[in-house]
């Protein structure tokens, strides 16, 4: 998605020279930019039509059509920055909206004829070699052929980081061996193994959660007779789930966190406050908020919270308001309360401002939660100092949130909410 003004004439009087919808770079400039490099070497695929050059362990596994889905792995222009260009778990929060559209926009998706999803074992070419290749714990070269000449595109949306050109493809061949860790392997090769195990071993190797995602994606993990290809889409929410299940069980057995903690960072126009409240289980309540003229929000006269909670026990149900952003946020935070090895009840606060014009993934969510609990912590007396002191920072009055959030319902501030 790209932000549209809702007066369409505004994109015709400012030509990207007045930035009249209030954001300091174009949308519509930044895409075209972004896509140059790929728009000079497509009449090259388009002639010729056969790539050859490296491909990150990656692959994209599409929804349309479920159960019969397409798929097919990634492949990028260069070897420059290649390890890090579908690893979000590694890009760095200093990295500019810029700097990560201009790194996607030089990948290419291959995707294959339909297959179905519980078709893993049958095999076709295309769905073996990307099964080998997403294994591999580091790049491989790909030597590709497709008779349809690709278009030129950029896809953004809300769930993945930006997708670049995608090439209908006819036929593939790993030209290198890959490398397959000696860990993936043996969990991949355990037939007996459910998901849900097998991707909590895989995290407690180590392995990011995006490596997993993949992993899963490709129909690699879970008992013989239930394995199937999982949409990359959902792949990345399922791995997000399960690895905080498991973090929230282990935590259920730490002591009470002792102290009112706030954490804080700020990426992308994008604030986030987490507050870790004394004296309770494990609570977790996550509010996104879109401020006036930011992207979901264009028109309102009110910003626009969505709000998520679980207790003790976990979810139930869905997180159908804020999405694939809870589970994202949510393993940040127990993340980091198993390093402390402590519980704790918390409450998220995300403000989304207009210059989160394009959405980026809910990795932005995920390491944008990280950085925030890796930065120091200011301490409070009492849940009403540490409560002031979060209102006294964000942009939404605090009373917008007590109307939402569960936690906070369940201390009455009539003084303070009157502010």
């Known amino acids: 998605m790209v932000q549209i003004p809702a007066n369409q004439e505004l994109c015709l009087r400012c030509k990207a020279g007045k930035f009249l919808c209030g954001l300091h770079y174009c949308p519509i400039i930044l895409k075209t930019k972004a896509l140059l490099p790929v728009r000079r070497m497509l009449p090259k695929l388009k002639s010729r039509k056969e790539y050859y050059g490296p491909s990150p362990p990656s692959l994209f596994v599409g929804r349309f059509g479920y159960p019969n889905v397409r798929l097919g792995p990634m492949a990028a222009l260069n070897w420059e920055g290649i390890h890090l260009i579908d690893e979000p778990d590694l890009w760095k929060t200093n990295m500019t909206l810029e700097d990560v559209v201009n790194l996607r926009a030089q990948m290419f998706r291959f995707m294959a004829e339909p297959v179905k999803v519980t078709d893993v074992t049958s095999s076709t070419k295309i769905l073996e ?95 013989t007779r239930s394995r199937k290809l999982v949409p990359t889409r959902w792949s ?54 879109w401020k006036q003229k930011s992207a979901w929000n264009l028109t309102g006269s009110a910003p626009y919270i969505a709000t998520d909670t679980e207790g003790p026990k976990g979810r139930t149900s869905y997180a159908t308001n804020t999405v694939g952003g809870y589970y994202a946020a949510r ?48 301490k409070f007396p009492s849940l009403d100092a540490a409560l002031t002191f979060i209102h006294s920072q964000l942009t939404i009055p605090m009373k917008y949130y007590h109307q939402k959030s569960p936690l906070l319902k369940q201390k009455t501030l009539d003084v303070f909410f009157k502010k």
């Open 129 to 223: 070699i990307t099964q080998e290749q997403i294994q591999s714990s580091s790049p491989v070269d790909l030597e590709v052929k497709f008779s349809k000449k690709p278009r030129l595109n950029l896809n953004f949306n809300q769930f993945t980081q930006p997708m670049g050109t995608r090439i209908r493809i006819d036929s593939i061949q790993l030209t290198t061996t890959p490398k397959i860790d000696h860990q993936v392997d043996r969990v991949v090769s355990d037939s007996d193994l459910n998901a849900v195990s097998a991707v909590t071993k895989l995290y407690t190797t180590e392995a990011t959660v995006t490596q997993i995602s993949r992993i899963l994606s490709a129909g690699l993990l879970g008992l």
């Open 236 to 289: 990345i929410t399922a791995v997000d789930d399960m690895t905080g299940n498991y973090l929230r069980r282990k935590i259920q057995d730490y002591p009470e966190i002792m102290d009112y903690l706030v954490f804080h960072n700020s990426y992308l126009d994008n604030d986030f406050w987490v507050l870790f409240i004394p004296g309770r289980e494990w609570h977790f309540d996550y509010h996104e908020a």
């Open 331 to 378: 393993l940040a935070v127990l993340e980091k309360l198993f390093q402390l090895r402590r519980k704790a009840a918390v409450i998220a606060f995300r403000e989304v401002g207009k210059g989160y014009a394009i959405p980026l993934g809910v990795w932005a969510v995920r390491e944008n939660m990280r950085q925030a609990l890796r930065n120091p912590s200011k």
